[in-house]
């Protein structure tokens, strides 16, 4: 009647697991399904497969000017919220200093906050001071919505962190600067390129603080927003979206080995 | 160390300030001040600024700095906004009731029996949640509409003979997606919390007779408490203020409180109401989610 540790395993939970993972991944497979489905509706039985709505993406110049400012707009992001990140992350699992409860809690804020406020207030502080919208103030508020994500990566790789081999490279003669290129970098590299991979990822996917901030310059989620509207692009929208998901996936399972190859050798260590 | 001289003692403050630099203290604030200065700069001072602007008026383009209570006298009083408001925050709470509910399973079977694969299973179940937002609604916009998934895969396998008309376009649907959408953010800390619980607890709560629920009601359920109130959170106060999915797929019922905020910075530019709107939110939404959370630790406290 009960497992291993006096836990009862009950025969009904592991096929609740499934239907549940069923539920989670439905709507992310649909759209794939769909992308190749030869029909403008997205209707049952299937129509026949097809690759003409993936030949449209290629000839859409809208489309791929979009792409390209997403493109920009990630890597600006990624580089801008890791490189806060390490900075913030360091600091609150090395040190311990007066106030570090509220800067903790003031980064993490955004995760508890609905996003359209922080779009909003955004938008109002940049209009006042008189900036334009652009892709830069895309940039500048998708690095306050990522840093959260990017610090618990960050925390986590750091908080495995051995300080005697700081202390052991400083009292052998190393600078500072010397110390965190030659011992402490290597160490925590796996967690900074995660950071950076996740930080892009919802960058990449990020619509409401892009839809507030973007001005002309659409973002390929505000694009996909914008076709919306007419069910004849649809078809192109989810060969489009299909895209970004595999994008999305094979990115964070990237981030994953990558950090689980560290944790290991961590451990191992 | 050495004995301080009589003067400094009556200062505790300075020896410390004299090698201050070289302080922890001093090392981390410095190195924390990029970060925290950003922060500062592009999300403490807006949500100043809002507040601010939520006690001006706007007379079309020019702003009234002067004092008044007239926005929050609308944002409050007009019905259009009661309503808005209240359904958001019913949309809320039952959407975060039952994202914890469905969730806290799948939590307890990843901390419980995820073996040595819990890693991979907390993976498996976080990826859905990292893709984009805005495509899963669209997504579920497929599957829930009149000539969607559901209604054509039912009729052509003849459960149904016309499509169902109300799965779109209501709050069900919102319901629906916002579990859909949230369900990682409630797993993650209801998992991190199951992790912390020592399991020779729940042996011993066997071993002294309780049964399976009567153990996981007053063990597991207490002590895992802390992980189900963040997940409440995490759920409730973001999705409070949603303004994707009540678009997509809410239709005419499903209108939430972020699409009246949107309207004053859009078409209807009124920020002083846009920002009062946000405020009255915030606010409201923070309350709610406190009496949540004391009413489960009444509850919990009273099973216990």
């Not at chain 2, 009124?270 to 959370?293: D, I, R, Y």
């Amino acid at each position: 009647m009960s497992g291993r540790h006096g836990i009862a395993k009950s025969r009904w939970l592991p096929a609740y697991v499934v239907v549940y993972l069923a539920f989670l991944y439905l709507p992310i497979l649909l759209l794939p399904i769909f992308s190749f489905n030869n029909a403008a509706a997205t209707t049952f039985p299937l129509a026949g497969f097809t690759l003409k709505w993936y030949a449209s993406l290629w000839t859409n110049t809208v489309m791929l000017e979009a792409a390209r400012n997403s493109l920009f707009v990630g890597i600006c992001v990624a580089t801008l919220s890791t490189g806060l990140g390490i900075c913030a992350a360091r600091a609150l699992t090395r040190y311990r200093f007066r106030g570090r409860e509220a800067a903790n809690g003031l980064l993490m804020a955004p995760l508890f906050l609905p996003e359209i406020i922080v779009a909003v207030s955004l938008l109002m502080i940049i209009l006042q001071i008189g900036m334009e919208l652009s892709l830069a103030t895309v940039i500048l508020g998708q690095t306050v919505f990522c840093l959260p994500y990017a610090m618990s990566v960050l925390t986590s790789g750091f908080e495995g962190f051995d300080r005697s081999l700081e202390e052991a490279s400083l009292d052998l003669g190393e600078t500072a600067f010397g110390t965190f290129r030659r011992v402490t970098l290597p160490v925590v590299a796996p967690a900074i390129v995660s950071s950076l991979l996740v930080s892009f990822t919802i960058s990449l996917d990020e619509f409401i603080l892009a839809f507030f901030l973007s001005g002309t310059e659409p973002t390929l989620p505000v694009y996909i927003w914008g076709q919306l509207r007419f069910a004849a692009k649809l078809p192109s929208v989810l060969a489009l979206g299909s895209i970004m998901i595999a994008l999305s996936i094979i990115l964070l399972t990237t981030a994953e080995i990558i950090r689980r190859r560290a944790e290991r050798r961590i451990q191992g260590a | 160390m050495t004995a301080l001289p009589a003067s400094t003692i009556a200062d505790p403050d300075a020896p410390a300030r004299a090698h201050w630099k070289d302080s922890d203290e001093a090392k981390g604030l410095m190195l924390v001040s990029p970060t925290l200065l950003y922060a500062l700069a592009l999300l403490l001072l807006p949500i100043l600024i809002v507040f601010a602007y939520s006690f001006w008026s706007q007379d079309y383009l020019t702003i009234d700095h002067s004092f008044t209570l007239d926005n929050y006298r609308t944002a409050l009083g007009e019905p259009i906004y009661q309503d808005l408001l209240w359904r958001s925050l019913t949309i809320s709470l039952v959407v975060s009731l039952i994202t914890v509910m469905v969730s806290y399973p799948i939590a307890w079977f990843i901390s419980f029996h995820g073996g040595v694969h819990k890693s991979l299973w907390l993976f498996l179940i976080t990826v859905p949640c990292w893709t984009s937002y805005l495509l899963r609604v669209m997504s579920w916009k497929v599957i829930l509409g009149y000539q969607g998934v559901l209604n054509t895969g039912l009729m052509s396998t003849g459960l149904i003979d016309k499509p169902v008309t109300s799965l779109l376009y209501n709050s069900n649907a919102v319901v629906i997606t916002l579990v859909h959408s949230w369900a990682a953010f409630a797993i993650l800390p209801i998992f991190v919390s199951l992790e912390k619980i020592d399991r020779s607890l729940i042996e011993a709560a066997h071993d002294l007779g309780d049964n399976k629920i009567r153990s996981f009601l007053r063990v597991t359920l207490p002590l895992s408490l802390p992980g189900v109130i963040s997940a409440f959170l995490i759920v409730m106060i973001p999705t409070v203020g949603d303004y994707v999915t009540p678009k997509l797929v809410g239709g005419k019922d499903g209108v939430m409180i972020a699409t009246a905020i949107q309207a004053q910075f859009g078409k209807g530019a009124n920020w002083p109401l846009g920002a009062a709107l946000s405020v009255t939110t915030m606010v409201v939404v923070s309350v709610m989610a406190g009496a949540v959370v004391l009413a489960l630790k009444f509850f919990v406290r009273r099973i216990r």
